[in-house]
Structures are given as C-alpha cells and as structure tokens.
C-alpha cells in the first residue's frame, strides 16, 4: 500500500452518535476498510467484528488494527448472518455500513477503479478471490440490451444509447483490456460509466439489499443499523428496505431526511460531499 494514501472515516462523530457506541457492547462494521470507523468504535471500548470483501485492504487493517483485538474476517456483508455466527458474535447492538470504495482504491490497489489512470487494468473486482469477471469481460461479452440494462439506470437512456454504440464499434477493433481504452470513448461521463460498470461487476444493489436484510436480523432489539451511501439510488434502495421494515413493525426510521456531512466535513474530506447516512433502530 502506498504510504502516503489514506482514508479519512467518513461522518465519524455522526456514526459513534447513532451507533451509541459503549464499552462492552457489540458492533459490526461490514465494510471495514481502512478501518478507521473500527479503530474509533475500539477506542471507546467496543467490540468489534470487521467484514471486509477484498484481502489487500483487509490486511491493511489487520496491521492498523493489531493491539485492539477485533475480530477481522474477509468475506461479504451479504452473509453477515453466517459470518457473525459462525464468529459466535451475534446478536449485535449495531452494524454499519459505509458503503462503495475507500481511497486505497481509486489510488493504489490498481484495480483500475479510477477512470484517471489509463494504463490500469479494467478490472473493478472488489474481491477477486470471489469471481473472475472483470469490467473488461463485461464490455466485450454484453449484448446490446444487456449493456443498456447496465448503464441506463446510472447514466440514463439517452447518454446510454450514445456510449454503447461507441462500445460496439470499440471492441471489434480491439478488446477492452485497460482504463484508457474506454476513457477515450467517454470523457464527459467517465465517473458514471466506471460507476455502473463497478456496480454489476459486484453485484452491488443486489449486495446491499441481502446485507441489510442481514443486518437487521442479527441486532439485538434496541440494535441501530447505519447506512451511508454515496449516490441516490444506494440510499433509495435502503429507504425502500427501511420503510419496509417499518411497515412489517420491526423498529423505526430514525433519519427521515439523510444526515449529511457539515461545509466543514467537506472542505477537509471532499470524497464526503456526497455521503448520505441513514438510521433504522430495531424493536
Ligand atoms: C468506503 S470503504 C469503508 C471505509 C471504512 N469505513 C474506513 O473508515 O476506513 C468501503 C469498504 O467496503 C468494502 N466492501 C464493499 N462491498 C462489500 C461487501 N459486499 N462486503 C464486504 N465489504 C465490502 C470495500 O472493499 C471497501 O473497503
């Protein structure tokens, strides 16, 4: 890992706060990632288990981490339940979940997670341990429907339409195979596109319903799920789960409007501006 790259937690007081963090009690953090909201849940006396799908940054947390004893284990937050069982963790008294990707991976897992660094390979695996599918694979083997299927929801239709026709023509000159290859197709909308390839690379929505709905099921009653997403249709589909929740009256919403990070917060970390972070608090 390069040194001088690091992830600022995102929300943090804001994140102690709704988890309620105290000494002795049990805490989640399904997304661990560099470990910075661990490390401070830790040191006010937390327990906690980290589940973090990809090694490299597992093991960077696993050296940050090593004095406070958590208990660290690679895998999904889709299988939170088995994972806290098979861990004898469960139940719990929070679990969050930071969702998207840390800077260690847009700067130096070379994974070609940032549509800046041309040479990288079109990848975007979370996990490569998990699947062989790369973001590359995806671009040369998709039909045309299934491309749209891709890039709609993200991009729209209509801008859509106009990169999967450069798409087409692209790849029977040459398959994809690095960043640079499909930034030249797209400069305007390259952070959208790598982030809906990103997104079906890891099956992400699909992740993040399964993992809430885990969440939810290994609390303690009196337990607070947190949620923070980075973009509009993450935070949709947790509302839609919440609200679901609510209705079936197994606790409440404790965020109607998403809790945002301050001018301040921004100015210093401005990966947050686009943080949105909700709460659900079990009966
Ligand atoms: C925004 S970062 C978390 C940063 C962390 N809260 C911190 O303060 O350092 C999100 C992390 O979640 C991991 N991740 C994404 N999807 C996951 C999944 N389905 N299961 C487990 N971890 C996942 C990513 O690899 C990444 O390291």
């Keep these: 890992m390069e040194s001088n790259v690091s992830h600022e937690p995102v929300l943090l007081s804001e994140v102690l706060e709704a988890l309620n963090v105290k000494r002795g009690k049990k805490y989640?953090?399904?997304?661990?990632?560099?470990?910075?909201?661990?490390?401070?849940?830790?040191?006010?006396?937390g327990k906690v288990l980290g589940i973090e799908a990809d090694s490299q940054m597992l093991k960077f947390s696993e050296e940050r981490l090593v004095n406070n004893c958590p208990t660290l284990v690679r895998g999904?937050?889709?299988?939170?339940?088995?994972?806290?069982?098979?861990?004898?963790?469960?139940?719990?008294?929070?679990?969050?979940?930071?969702?998207?990707?840390s800077n260690f991976?847009?700067?130096?897992?070379?994974?070609?997670?940032?549509?800046?660094?041309?040479?990288?390979?079109?990848?975007?695996?979370?996990?490569?341990?998990?699947?062989?599918?790369?973001?590359?694979?995806?671009l040369n083997a998709l039909s045309e429907k299934q491309l749209e299927s891709l890039f709609e929801k993200i991009i729209g239709i209509h801008k859509s339409r106009g990169i999967i026709k450069k798409i087409l023509r692209a790849r029977k000159e040459k398959?994809?195979?690095?960043?640079?290859?499909?930034?030249?197709?797209?400069?305007?909308?390259?952070?959208?596109?790598?982030?809906?390839l990103r997104i079906a690379v890891n099956s992400e929505f699909e992740a993040l319903e399964s993992g809430v709905r885990g969440a939810l099921e290994v609390l303690n009653s009196g337990g607070v799920l947190v949620?923070?997403?980075?973009?509009?249709l993450e935070d949709?589909?947790?509302?839609?789960?919440?609200?679901?929740?609510?209705?079936?009256?197994?606790?409440?919403?404790?965020?109607?409007?998403?809790?945002?990070p301050t001018e301040v917060e921004?100015?210093?970390?401005?990966?947050?501006?686009?943080?949105?972070?909700r709460i659900f608090k079990k009966i």
């Design 76 to 101: 999904k937050f889709e299988n939170i339940v088995a994972i806290s069982k098979s861990q004898n963790f469960a139940p719990v008294d929070g679990v969050l979940m930071d969702l998207g990707i």
């Design 266 to 277: 921004i100015e210093r970390n401005p990966k947050s501006r686009s943080a949105l972070m």
């Design 175 to 196: 398959p994809f195979a690095i960043v640079s290859d499909l930034q030249n197709l797209a400069r305007q909308e390259s952070a959208e596109i790598f982030l809906a």
């Design 227 to 232: 949620v923070i997403s980075f973009h509009s």
């Design 105 to 138: 991976h847009y700067e130096s897992l070379k994974r070609g997670f940032s549509f800046k660094k041309g040479t990288e390979p079109l990848d975007l695996r979370l996990a490569p341990a998990d699947t062989d599918v790369t973001a590359a694979m995806l």
């Design 28 to 45: 989640i953090d399904a997304t661990l990632g560099a470990g910075g909201h661990s490390e401070a849940i830790l040191n006010r006396g």
């Design 236 to 260: 949709k589909l947790v509302m839609k789960l919440f609200r679901e929740f609510e209705q079936k009256e197994l606790g409440a919403i404790s965020t109607q409007s998403p809790i945002v």
